[in-house]
């Protein structure tokens, strides 16, 4: 450590001439600080771009890849409190006609006679069985172990709670309630071996036990729903059913009269889901366009600390928003990208289910602004798009939505199918999807990601870099204001000598 000594001898202020030396010694320091910030604001920039296209891709892939959620129908029927229904995507636009003489019933046994059924009832660890049919004939054999020393609502809850025997069960008044979860005339409960004889017996049923079969008689039979559909007669085990992807639900008989069921396809979501497509779409470009093309303001570099301290924060805010500006002026990752997108929005669409007059936007209403200042944005012409759609649904999906693979023949006849990369196989939101993919992996490698290590990335590479010069340099620095110091302090006492030999020889002639 230098030994600094002020200027008691010349009477300078040597501090202030030091700190005025090295501010002049700092400037290259100032511009390798401004350089980092720079390059983090850039990286910052670089991430808020891939947030915006992850954000995009996330909305495709919510709203635009699913069939369900995009090709939806519309159903109505003219009696709701009767017949009700709901349409699969791959259902037809129909009309059908169904009357409804019987609905569907659940099967129950009620006891005969009060449960005698008691904790003492098993003393040991019992395994029962039992052959259960639901009402649709799908027979289940189950075995259930009844623990030592149960209760009755011990033994009903554990009826209750087993899925295979699909019955619920309890006690009101001594006797015993069972019945059947789900609805049809073919139910029935057998009791497989004496153990499952003795646990019933004892709860009431001993006389509701037919002595040759072992099933249990029911209190009330099980009904299956029976119904006219299109002038068929015909009946369903359950109130709930499905006849050519259209699920029709029964809940009430219709008196003699006909309900009409009418599938459509549900135009007004296609074109919900279209519309907020193109503007998501165009809010994406209209951002991206804005990197590209937003001033550099060279002469605005990162302020310092100690140009900050002149400043007010309103000042500064403005200062550092024009140097900020331009940081992905003209990139090239960007700019590549956005042709992509341009290219695979108007490339016509030749995979699965393609329609040769609905397979280009501008077949379905969208085409790319007149306006140039609009860089390329989309503009919808709703009544053409809807007129699209009501004529061919499915290939406006397809068009959209198709397939991202490719089957190809070989010549022995055999068969591959793979990923495709952006093709006119695959439909435009998928096209999308895959460049966005391209270009997001293009950023990282560039600018990373909030869990890359400076080292993953090659700004993060130039950061490391900066960050070990000025290392290098502010230890240089020191060595450089340590110099001044000992030439300081080496004249204040050059000085401080010279003043005391003069003090002495003024003694001496005195």
Not at 178 to 193: F, P
Not at 252 to 259: E, H, L
Not at 459 to 475: H, K, L, P, Y
Request: cysteine-free; proline content about 1%.
């Amino acid at each position: 450590m230098v030994t600094r000594i002020g200027g008691l001898a010349s009477g300078m202020d040597i501090d202030t001439l030091v700190n005025d030396l090295m501010k002049a010694e700092r400037l290259p320091l100032d511009k390798l600080t401004q350089k980092k910030q720079i390059l983090e604001w850039q990286r910052d920039d670089y991430r808020s771009m891939n947030t915006l296209l992850s954000d995009f891709d996330k909305y495709i892939f919510d709203n635009m890849t699913m069939q369900k959620d995009f090709l939806k129908k519309t159903v109505t029927s003219t009696m709701p409190d009767a017949v009700t229904a709901t349409a699969n995507t791959a259902a037809g636009n129909v009309s059908t006609s169904i009357s409804v003489s019987q609905l569907a019933t659940s099967a129950n046994w009620i006891s005969p006679n009060k449960s005698t059924y008691s904790e003492s009832t098993f003393t040991t660890d019992t395994e029962i069985e039992l052959q259960v049919t639901n009402g649709d004939g799908t027979v289940k054999d189950v075995k259930l172990t009844v623990k030592a020393g149960s209760t009755l609502d011990d033994v009903l809850k554990q009826l209750s709670s087993n899925k295979d025997l699909g019955i619920s069960a309890f006690s009101e008044n001594g006797q015993v309630v069972i019945a059947k979860n789900d609805t049809g005339s073919k139910a029935s409960i057998k009791l497989m071996d004496t153990d499952a004889e003795a646990l019933f017996k004892s709860l009431g049923f001993e006389s509701a036990i037919n002595p040759t079969t072992k099933e249990l008689t029911a209190t009330t039979a099980g009904t299956d729903a029976k119904f006219n559909i299109n002038g068929l007669e015909t009946t369903r085990s359950s109130n709930t059913f499905t006849i050519n992807n259209v699920n029709y639900t029964l809940n009430d008989v219709t008196n003699g009269k006909t309900a009409r069921i009418s599938v459509a396809t549900d135009t007004d979501n296609m074109v919900d889901k279209i519309v907020q497509f193109v503007n998501k779409y165009n809010e994406m470009i209209e951002k991206i366009n804005g990197e590209l093309s937003e001033t550099r303001y060279r002469s605005y570099q990162p302020l310092t600390n100690e140009e900050k301290e002149g400043m007010t924060e309103k000042q500064i805010e403005l200062w550092e928003e024009k140097a900020k500006s331009g940081l992905l002026k003209n990139d090239s990752i960007l700019t590549g990208t956005l042709t992509k997108m341009r290219t695979a929005m108007y490339s016509p669409y030749s995979g699965t289910g393609a329609n040769s007059e609905l397979n280009q936007l501008a077949q379905i209403g969208i085409t790319t602004s007149s306006n140039f200042r609009d860089n390329g944005k989309l503009t919808i012409d709703e009544t053409k798009l809807r007129a699209a759609i009501e004529k061919d649904p499915e290939a406006v999906f397809q068009l959209f939505s198709g397939s991202t693979k490719v089957t190809t023949t070989a010549a022995d006849g055999t068969t591959t199918t793979k990923n495709s990369t952006v093709s006119s196989e695959m439909g435009i939101t998928n096209r999308l999807r895959s460049i966005i993919n391209d270009t997001v992996k293009s950023i990282e490698k560039k600018a990373g990601k909030a869990t890359s290590t400076n080292q993953q990335f090659s700004i993060g590479r130039n950061i490391v870099d900066i960050d070990s010069q000025i290392t290098r340099f502010e230890a240089r620095l020191l060595q450089i204001e340590d110099r001044y110091w000992r030439q300081f302090t080496a004249m204040e006492k050059a000085i401080q000598q010279a003043n005391s030999q003069s003090t002495y020889l003024m003694q001496q002639f005195a």
